[in-house]
C-alpha cells in the first residue's frame, strides 16, 4: 500500500496543438495518493485532450507527466495501463458476452500462449480478493451482458484494483447511474482511498464535486487556473467563476430593433436533457440560450433547430406548428441550423468548398431542372467575401481550410437558405480562432439586422453575452432565469451556481 | 496544371493501355474489333453507371444479374400472349419494381444494403427458374426480338447509342442537377446532409430506382440478342459492375465519382478482357483478372486513402 | 456493507450449475437447436418417409460437407466477418489433390488440398484483418480467382477422377455404425473445433475480438494474428470440405460448391450465431447446418422442384439474415 499523500501523478506544462487550434497552452495537474481529484473544463477548456494525454492516447507536443516521479512516455493507452493508470470510460471495456470471470482475467488470457486445462479458483483469487476489499461480491460465471451500467462499472474498477494499479480515471461515472447506484461508488471510492489509490474524477456535476473530490483542478482555455484547490474551501460560485473565468459584458457592438413574433415556444420538453422550456423570439431579435454541460442548453438549441425530437411541447413559427417534423420541414419552413459538432454533423469532407457551401440552397440557386458548378459559385461569392473565407479558392476540397473557416462556410450554407426565418447556431466558435470568430460574429448580427429570429446556443458566455438581446441561462434541464443585454455577467455565474434542492442529493441521469 | 487535374486518373490509364493494346495485341486495331468491343461494352457500361450512382450513396446493388435474368423471362413469357413491345414493357416494369422493392427496404426501412441485394439475387434467381421450369425458354418461333441488339445506326450497334445516350444523359443528372449533388453529400456525410435539409431516404430511393432503369434497358439488349428467357443469363454482372467502379476511381465509401469514372472502368475492364480473347487466353483467366482487379482497385484506393489522410492530418482540428 | 454484483446469488463465489457454466447455455443459444428441431417436426408431419433411419443416416451424410464449411464460417464470423469464397476454395482443393496425387501419394496429396485451403483463407485473412478492406469485396475477389485457377487446373488435367481403392474411397462408401466414414470425421472435425474455441487461448480471443475489438486491443490481445488465423482457418476447412467433396463423388469438379458457402453463412446465423460477432459455438453451427439438409431432404422428398428448393433455401437465408440484423439493432436500442 502506498503511503499517504506523496504525490502520484504529476503534469507540468501540457501542450498540444492540432493544425491551426491550439488544445491545451499549459496545463498542470498534481494527483496525490489516496486523494479524490476532481478534473473540471467547459468545451473547448482542453478537458478532454489533457484527459487523452493522461491515459496514452495522445503524445503531449511539450510537458511531461510524471507518475511517481518516473517520467511517462506511453505510446498507447495499453502502455499506460500498464503502468497503473487506468480509465473507466462509458464505453466499457469489458466483454459482454463472455463471463465475469473471463472479463475480470482478459489480461492475463490475452498474454498466455497455452492452453489451459483447468481454469480453476486458483486463476481467480486475486481478482476475487480485490472485489471483497473493496466491498463487492461477484458471482464470477455471469455473463456480463446481465450486468447494469453500474455493476460493469464496478467491474473495471474490480479488475483495475486487483491488477495492481496505481490511478483510476473516472470519466463522468455517474452519467448513466442512479441515486442508489451513485451512492454505491462513492462508497467504492471511499475504499480505495483507503488503499492509497489515486482517483481522477471527471465531472461537471457540482454537488458531487462537492461530496465525493478533496481537491479540485479547473481548466479554462488551455490552461490550468485552479490547481488542486481543496473542495471544502470553496464554494460552487468560485469553481464556477474558474471554469468560465473572467466575463466581460462588450456589448459595444450595437443591435438593431426586433421586429414582430416569430418563434413561439410553449412547454418544450426533450426527455431527460430538459423540460417545461416557454420561450418567444421577435423578428431579427437574437436570443442567447447559455448554461453548463448538462444543463440543457445545448439540447434545447437541438429541438428548436430540429435536429433532435421533442418529447412533449409546441414550437410555432409564424403560427405554424413545426414541433415534432423532421429536420427537412425545419429547414423548408425557413429555419436554418448550424450544428455544435461540426466535423461529425456540419462538414461534408472530400467535397469542394463551393459544394459545402452551398448544400441547402439548390431550390434557389438552381436554373429549371440544372445547376452549375457556377452559380453555385455565384450564389456563395459574395458571402465568402463578406465573411472572409480564406483561402477564397471555392474549388479547393473543405479539407483544406482551418476549422474556423469550415465554420464560416456552415454558416454560409444557412445564409444561403431561402426565405430564412429563423436561424439555429450551436456553438457558433467552437475550435475556431479569434479572427474567424469575429467574422462569425459580424455574420449573426448582420443576419438578424435583416429580420431573422436567432437562436444562439453556446458554453461560451462571453459569446452569448455579447450577441444576445436576452439571454436564458439554462440550469439542470430548466429555464432558470431570463436576463437582459448589457446584465452583470457576476449575476449570470450567481444563477448559475445556485442549486435547486438543498445539498448533497445527486442528479438523475440526462438523456 | 489545374485543368489536367480535373481529369480522372483513369483516364490515363485508359488511354495508355489503348496504346498498349493497338501496339502489342493482334486484331486489335480493326473495326470489326471495335465492334464487338463495344458491342459488348455497351451492356457493362449501362449497368456500371447505375452500380456507379449506387455506390455513391453508399449502396450496394449485387441482384443485378438477377434482375436482367428476370427481364428475359418475364418478356419470353408475355411475348406470345401480348406481342414483342408490351412484352418488353413487362420486362421493364419487373425490374423497375425489383429496384424499388430493394430501394425502400434499404433507404426506409435502413437495412444492410449488400444483405437486401443478395437476398433479391438469389430469390430473383430462383423465381426466373421456377418461371420457366428450369430450362431456358426460347421465343416461340415467329416472334422476332433481335431489333434492339441487331439494328444499327450508321455502322454503330443501337445497344453502343443506347448506353452513349445513358451515359450523357446520367452524367448531366450527376454533375448538373441538384439530384447529382445531393447524392454526393449523402455519400460524403450522410448525417451532415441530413441536417443540410437534403430528403436522404428519398434520394437513396432514387438512386436505386435509377440504377434499375438502366438495368432494364440493358436486359433489353441481353433479351433481344438471344431471344430466349435464361435464369443464368448473365450472373456475373454484378461483380463486373462493381469491378468498373472500382477501377474507374468510385470509392466503395461513396461520396465521390461520376459517371464518367464509371465508363472509363468498363473501357479499362473491356480492354483488358479483349486483349486476353485476341491473345487466344482461355475464358479462366478472365475470372481470375476480374477477382484480381477488384482487390487491387479497392487496396490502393484504401492505401490512397491513408496516405492522403496522413498528409492531410496536420489540417485536422479537433473538439477540445 | 458489501455491494452485490449479482442480483441472483446471495452468496459469494457462488457458481452457475456445471452444465450450464460448461456450455453456456441461455436462450439465445439454445434457439438454433430448438429451430433444427421444428424443421425435423415439421418436415416429419408433412414429408413422406422423412421418418426412418435411412433417411435419418441420408441426412446426416449429405450434410457433412455443409457442417464443416459452417464451422469455417463459424471461426470468422465470430470475428464480425465473413468469407463467400468457400465454396469455390472447397473446389480448389479437391482439384488439386486429384491431380497431385499420382505425383505425391494420396496422403500427401490430401494435404496439399488442405494446404490450398489454408493459404487461401491466410490471404484473405491478410488482406481483411492486415489492411482493413471490407470482408464482402476482399472474399468476393478471392472467389473469382481461385475458380479461374481451379477451371485452369481442370483444363490442363487429364483425369478429374480418383482412380482405384484409396483412403478417399474408403471414406465415401463405407459406413461404421451405419453412419458414413465421413460423418464421423465430421464429428470429429466438430470437437476438434469445439475444443480450439473452448481451451485455446485463440479460441478465447476470437471471442474477445468479435465481442469488443477495442477492449480487445487494449487488454492486450492480437489482434490482426487473431483475425488472420480466424481466415486461415476457414480456408482450411474449405479444403476439408473439399476432401469430403471428393469423398464422396469420386471427382473433382471445378464449378463444384456454388452457392455452399451462403449455405454455410446461413447455417450459423440460423443456429443462432450472430453475424454482430462475439458469439456462438460449433453446436450452433452444426444445428444450423441440420436444419438446412433437413428443410432440403423434406422438399426432396415432397417431389418439389429443385428450383422451388432453392427458392425456398434462398427466402430462408434472406429471412435469416434480415432477423439476425433486426434483433441486432433492437438489442443496441
Known amino acids: 500500500m502506498e503511503t499517504k499523500d506523496t504525490v502520484l501523478l504529476e503534469a507540468r506544462n501540457l501542450s498540444k496543438r492540432f493544425g491551426a487550434t491550439c488544445a491545451l497552452l499549459s496545463a498542470d495537474l498534481e494527483l496525490r495518493s489516496g486523494q479524490v481529484h476532481a478534473l473540471m473544463g467547459e468545451n473547448g477548456a482542453g478537458k478532454t485532450t489533457m484527459v487523452k494525454m493522461l491515459v496514452g492516447a495522445l503524445q503531449p507536443d511539450s510537458g511531461e507527466i510524471l507518475l511517481e516521479g518516473k517520467r511517462l512516455s506511453n505510446r498507447s493507452v495499453r502502455d499506460a495501463v500498464a503502468a497503473g493508470i487506468v480509465p473507466v470510460y462509458q464505453h ?29 479458483a486458483a486463476d481467480l483469487a486475486p481478482y476475487l480478493d480485490a472485489a471483497a476489499r473493496i466491498g463487492i461480491d461477484l458471482d464470477p460465471a455471469k455473463p456480463v451482458r446481465m450486468l447494469s451500467m453500474a455493476e460493469r462499472q464496478l467491474l473495471e474498477i474490480v479488475r483495475a484494483v486487483a491488477r495492481n494499479c496505481k490511478l483510476l480515471l473516472l470519466d463522468e461515472p455517474t452519467a448513466a447511474l442512479n441515486v442508489q447506484e451513485a451512492l454505491r461508488l462513492f462508497d467504492v471510492i471511499e475504499r480505495l482511498k483507503e488503499e492509497g489509490k489515486g482517483i481522477i474524477f471527471i465531472s461537471h456535476k457540482l454537488n458531487e464535486i462537492s461530496e465525493i473530490c478533496d481537491v479540485v483542478t479547473v481548466l479554462r482555455d488551455g490552461r490550468t487556473v485552479m490547481n488542486a484547490a481543496a473542495t471544502a474551501t470553496l464554494t460552487h460560485r468560485d469553481i464556477i467563476h ?50 453548463l454541460i448538462g444543463s440543457g442548453a445545448l439540447e434545447a438549441g437541438e429541438v428548436l433547430g430540429g435536429a433532435r425530437e421533442a418529447t412533449q411541447g409546441t414550437i410555432k413559427l409564424d403560427g405554424k406548428e413545426i414541433a415534432g417534423r423532421s429536420r427537412r420541414y425545419f429547414k423548408q419552413q425557413g429555419v436554418g441550423l448550424v450544428p455544435a459538432d461540426r466535423t461529425a454533423d456540419g462538414i461534408f469532407p472530400g467535397l469542394s468548398c463551393a459544394a459545402n457551401a452551398a448544400a441547402s440552397a439548390y431550390d434557389a440557386i438552381q436554373t429549371g431542372a440544372f445547376l452549375s458548378r457556377q452559380a453555385e459559385y455565384d450564389a456563395s461569392n459574395m458571402l465568402f467575401t463578406a465573411l472572409r473565407v480564406r483561402p477564397g479558392d471555392p474549388d479547393l476540397p473543405i479539407g483544406a481550410l482551418s476549422g474556423g473557416n469550415q465554420q464560416k462556410l456552415v454558416i454560409i450554407r444557412n445564409l444561403l437558405v431561402p426565405d430564412m426565418k429563423l436561424l439555429v447556431v ?59 443585454r448589457g446584465a452583470d455577467p457576476a449575476e449570470l455565474l450567481a444563477c448559475m451556481g445556485e442549486s435547486d434542492s438543498p445539498s448533497r442529493e445527486l442528479h438523475h441521469a440526462h438523456a | 496544371m489545374h485543368m489536367l487535374k480535373r481529369w480522372p486518373a483513369s483516364l490515363w490509364v485508359f488511354i495508355a493501355l489503348f496504346i498498349a493494346c493497338l501496339i502489342a ?85 435502413k437495412l444492410p444494403a449488400f444483405l437486401v441485394t443478395l437476398g433479391a439475387m438469389i430469390g430473383v434467381h430462383g423465381l426466373c427458374s421456377v418461371l420457366v421450369g428450369g430450362v431456358p425458354i426460347e421465343a416461340p418461333v415467329g416472334i422476332d426480338m433481335s431489333g434492339l441488339a441487331h439494328a444499327g445506326w450508321f455502322g454503330i450497334p443501337v445497344p453502343a447509342w443506347l448506353a452513349a445516350v445513358a451515359f450523357g444523359g446520367s452524367y448531366v443528372l450527376m454533375e448538373y442537377t441538384s439530384f447529382g449533388r445531393e447524392a454526393h453529400l449523402i455519400g460524403s456525410n450522410p448525417r451532415a446532409a441530413e441536417l443540410a435539409g437534403i430528403p436522404v431516404p428519398l434520394r437513396i430511393l432514387q438512386a436505386y430506382v435509377l440504377n434499375a432503369m438502366l438495368v432494364a ?26 469491378a468498373a467502379c472500382a477501377i474507374g476511381g468510385i470509392p466503395l465509401t461513396g461520396g465521390k465519382g461520376s459517371p464518367l469514372h464509371a465508363v472509363l472502368g468498363v473501357c479499362i475492364l473491356a480492354l483488358f478482357m479483349n486483349a486476353l480473347v485476341l491473345f487466344n487466353f482461355p475464358t479462366y483467366l478472365q475470372s481470375m483478372l476480374l477477382g484480381v482487379l477488384i482487390v487491387e482497385s479497392v487496396l490502393v484506393q484504401h492505401l490512397a486513402g491513408r496516405f492522403a489522410w496522413r498528409a492531410g492530418s496536420a489540417q485536422m482540428q479537433t473538439n477540445t | ?118 493459404l487461401a483463407g491466410a490471404l484473405n485473412g491478410y488482406l481483411i484483418a492486415c489492411h482493413g478492406l471490407q470482408p464482402i469485396v476482399v472474399t468476393l475477389g478471392t472467389t473469382l480467382v481461385v475458380r479461374g485457377a481451379a477451371t485452369a487446373l481442370e483444363e490442363a488435367a ?23 466414414l465421413l460423418v464421423w470425421l465430421a464429428a470429429i472435425i466438430s470437437l476438434s ?69 451462403l449455405q454455410a453463412i446461413a447455417a450459423c446465423v440460423i443456429g443462432g450465431i450472430a453475424l454482430g460477432g462475439g458469439r456462438g459455438s460449433v453446436w450452433q453451427a452444426l444445428a444450423g447446418a441440420l436444419f438446412i439438409q433437413a428443410l432440403l431432404n423434406g422438399l426432396n422428398l415432397l417431389g418439389s422442384s429443385p428450383f422451388v428448393s432453392e427458392m425456398v433455401l434462398g427466402a430462408v437465408i434472406v429471412s435469416a439474415g434480415i432477423l439476425d440484423y433486426v434483433v441486432r439493432k433492437f438489442k443496441r436500442d
Not at chain 3, 487461448?201 to 475480438?209: A, D, I, N
Not at chain 3, 487488454?219 to 469430403?244: H, I, K, Q, W
Request: charged share 10%.
Open chain 2, 25 to 109: 495485341v493482334p486484331r486489335f486495331g480493326t473495326v470489326q474489333n471495335f465492334v464487338n468491343l463495344g458491342r459488348m461494352a455497351a451492356i457493362l457500361a449501362l449497368v456500371s453507371i447505375g452500380q456507379g450512382v449506387v455506390i455513391m450513396v453508399r449502396g450496394l446493388d449485387f441482384s443485378i444479374g438477377s434482375a436482367v435474368a428476370l427481364f428475359s423471362v418475364a418478356t419470353v413469357l408475355c411475348a406470345p400472349v401480348l406481342g414483342v413491345a408490351p412484352a418488353f414493357g413487362i420486362g421493364a416494369v419487373a425490374v423497375l419494381c425489383l429496384g424499388m422493392l430493394n430501394g425502400v427496404l434499404i433507404s426506409y426501412l
Open chain 1, 242 to 291: 474558474a471554469m468560465v473565468g473572467p466575463v466581460s459584458a462588450r456589448t459595444d457592438t450595437a443591435l438593431h430593433d426586433a421586429g414582430g413574433p416569430c418563434l413561439e415556444v410553449s412547454g418544450l420538453a426533450c426527455g431527460g436533457a430538459f423540460q417545461d422550456m416557454s420561450l418567444s423570439v421577435r423578428r431579427g431579435e437574437i436570443v442567447g440560450i447559455a448554461g
Open chain 2, 217 to 242: 434497358v440493358a436486359g433489353a439488349v441481353l433479351t433481344s440478342r438471344l431471344g430466349s428467357g435464361q435464369p443464368n443469363l448473365y450472373p456475373e454482372l454484378p461483380f463486373e459492375a462493381i
Open chain 3, 193 to 261: 473445433a469445439w475444443l480450439i474455441t473452448r481451451w485455446l487461448p485463440f479460441g478465447r480471443w476470437l471471442y474477445m475480438v468479435g465481442g469488443n475489438p477495442e477492449a480487445a486491443r487494449l487488454v492486450g490481445v492480437p489482434v490482426r494474428s487473431t483475425e488472420t488465423l480466424a481466415y486461415a482457418l476457414c480456408g482450411a476447412c474449405a479444403g476439408l470440405a473439399g476432401m469430403f467433396l471428393l469423398a464422396r463423388s469420386g471427382t473433382a469438379i471445378a464449378t463444384e460448391g456454388a452457392g455452399m458457402e
Open chain 3, 1 to 118: 456493507m458489501n455491494t452485490q454484483l449479482s442480483s441472483a446469488s446471495s452468496q459469494p463465489w457462488s457458481r452457475l450449475p456445471r452444465l450450464q457454466q460448461m456450455t453456456s447455455l441461455n436462450a439465445q443459444a439454445l434457439s438454433g437447436p430448438m429451430a433444427c428441431m421444428l424443421m425435423i417436426a415439421v418436415m416429419a408431419s408433412i414429408s413422406p418417409g422423412f421418418v426412418s433411419a435411412n433417411n435419418f443416416g441420408n441426412i446426416f451424410s449429405q450434410s457433412s460437407v455443409l457442417f464443416v464449411l459452417a464451422i469455417g464460417q463459424m471461426f470468422v464470423i465470430l470475428i464480425r466477418g465473413f468469407d463467400i469464397s468457400v465454396g469455390a476454395v472447397a473446389a480448389l482443393a479437391s482439384v488439386v489433390a486429384v491431380q497431385a496425387m499420382p505425383h505425391v501419394g494420396e496422403s500427401a496429396a490430401i494435404m496439399l488440398g488442405i494446404m490450398t485451403g489454408l
Open chain 1, 426 to 484: 450551436l456553438e457558433p466558435t467552437r475550435g475556431v480562432d479569434v479572427h474567424a470568430r469575429d467574422a462569425i460574429h459580424s455574420a449573426i448580427i448582420d443576419a438578424a439586422s435583416k429580420g431573422v429570429a436567432v437562436i444562439v446556443a453556446s458554453s461560451d458566455l462571453e459569446e452569448v453575452m455579447a450577441l444576445a438581446h436576452r439571454i436564458c441561462l439554462m440550469r439542470n434541464g430548466r429555464l432558470a432565469r431570463t436576463f437582459p
Open chain 3, 158 to 180: 487429364d483425369s478429374m477422377s480418383l482412380g482405384g481403392d484409396g483412403m478417399l474411397q474408403l471414406l465415401g462408401y463405407a459406413a461404421f455404425l451405419g453412419l458414413p
Open chain 1, 92 to 120: 466499457s471495456t469489458l466483454f459482454p458476452e463472455l463471463s465475469i470471470a473471463e472479463n475480470l482475467r482478459a489480461f492475463d488470457v490475452a498474454s498466455t500462449s497455452l492452453p489451459r486445462l483447468h481454469r480453476g
